[in-house]
Nanobody
Framework: QVQLEESGGGLVQAGDSLRLSCAAS????????MGWFRQAPGKEREFVAA????????YYASSVKGRFTISKGNAKNMVYLQMNSLKPEDTAEYCC?????????????????????WGQGTQVTVSS
């Protein structure tokens, strides 16, 4: 089994920063990319950011580019999402996910069906 555990969410004010963490464990294929998605109340889940196994390639949704940074830890099973200049519209549950090494590519990193394993999520609430 594969487990993903997110942490770091909370209630902050607009303009503040938060750092989310995600730890992957269990039987996972090697060289897997990871991603962050979010889902706001009443809305569909949306792509936020993705990072390659090596950490050398990153992708961002246009809504967060320049404010959020995805990174890998020294242990490749860790992924972080540094969120700066938070806005009320960033309020959502944030989930990390592990991508299939067979389906993930530079042309579909944003698609949910590329990801095989998902965490439970951590809530981020940004007040105005």
């Amino acid at each position: 089994q594969v487990q993903l555990e997110e942490s770091g969410g909370g209630l902050v004010q607009a303009g503040d920063s938060l750092r989310l963490s995600c730890a992957a464990s269990g039987r996972i294929f090697s060289n897997y990319a990871m991603g962050w998605f979010r889902q706001a109340p009443g809305k569909e889940r949306e792509f936020v950011a993705a990072i390659s196994w090596s950490g050398g390639t990153t992708y961002y949704a246009s809504s967060v580019k320049g404010r959020f940074t995805i990174s890998k830890g020294n242990a490749k099973n860790m992924v972080y999402l540094q969120m700066n200049s938070l806005k009320p519209e960033d309020t959502a549950e944030y989930c990390c996910a592990v991508a299939s090494p067979f389906r993930y590519s530079s042309s579909n990193y944003y698609a949910e069906d590329v990801y095989d394993y998902w965490g439970q999520g951590t809530q981020v609430t940004v007040s105005s």
